[in-house]
């Protein structure tokens, strides 16, 4: 499994260097020293721990759906001309971008600050790994 360094650890999860500290104090989470005498964790059980606690925003609009990847947010920018718009809708620490018809939007009734469910189903998900160890 990955090892990865503490402040790494933080970074991926969105939490403080502190926050995983704890976790490891609290043995929430196991850790170990690499070759350079650094403080690592598991990257598996990492991923276990966060996604046992994460806490969705709840989808206040109530609709069923098949699609398993929405997020709710606030919308941050417009962009509208007579045909067409650019939606941005901010979902925690992620920007959700949109095109749509200028006529979805007024239908809608989005404008700035409006809470907003971006709803994501795509046939294709890249996913990326960076290059070189951690």
């Not at 109530?62 to 929405?70: D, E, I, K, L, Y």
């Not at 095109?99 to 709803?119: D, F, I, K, P, T």
Request: hydrophobic content about 45%; charged content about 20%; aromatic content about 2%.
């Amino acid at each position: 499994m990955p090892q990865i360094r503490i402040k790494d650890a933080a970074l991926y999860v969105g939490v403080s260097d502190d926050t995983v500290r704890r976790w490891i104090d609290s043995a929430l989470l196991s850790s170990s020293k690499d070759d350079s005498g650094k403080t690592v964790v598991d990257g598996f059980e990492l991923a276990q721990l966060v996604k046992k606690n994460a806490v969705a925003v709840a989808d206040p609009s109530g609709v069923g759906r098949s699609a398993r990847n929405s997020f709710v947010g606030l919308v941050t920018a417009i962009t509208m001309d007579t045909v067409m718009a650019q939606v941005e809708v901010q979902c925690g620490p992620h920007r959700v971008v949109s095109l749509m018809s200028s006529e979805a939007v007024r239908e809608l009734g989005l404008e700035l600050g409006s809470v907003a469910v971006a709803v994501v189903k795509a046939t294709t998900v890249i996913i990326e790994t960076p290059t070189g160890k951690m």
